[in-house]
């Protein structure tokens, strides 16, 4: 069983800057595609970015140029750099982790953008 678990979420004010942490307990972590996804409240779990395992990334439109997504897998840990905060990008981020047909998620960390 792997377990993630997020860390960074806060309250920030809009224009600013967070950085969130998922540390995962997999053995073959670098074998995994990770992700960051975002629920808001009345609103669907959305992807939010991906990195493959040779660290291709992908975003989706409400955050490129605002976002990085980034690994490393010596300290089995993805990042996402969140700069240019919104309201609308207030949320839970949930980090994921697949690896052929195994599917894990963290527990979520809130993130607040308001002034």
């Known amino acids: 069983q792997v377990q993630l678990v997020e860390s960074g979420g806060g309250l920030v004010q809009p224009g600013g800057s967070l950085r969130l942490s998922c540390a995962a307990s997999?053995?073959?972590?670098?074998?995994?595609?990770m992700g960051w996804y975002r629920q808001a409240p009345g609103k669907q779990r959305e992807l939010v970015a991906s990195?493959?395992?040779?660290?291709?990334?992908s975003y989706a439109n409400s955050v490129k140029g605002r976002f990085t997504i980034s690994r490393d897998n010596a300290l089995n840990t993805v990042y996402l750099q969140m700069s240019s905060l919104h309201a609308e990008d207030t949320a839970v981020y949930y980090c994921?982790?697949?690896?052929?047909?195994?599917?894990?998620w963290g527990q979520g960390t809130q993130v607040t953008v308001s002034s």
């Open positions: 997999a053995r073959l972590f670098s074998l995994y595609t």
């Open positions: 994921n982790g697949k690896y052929g047909r195994f599917d894990y």
């Open positions: 990195i493959s395992t040779g660290s291709t990334t």
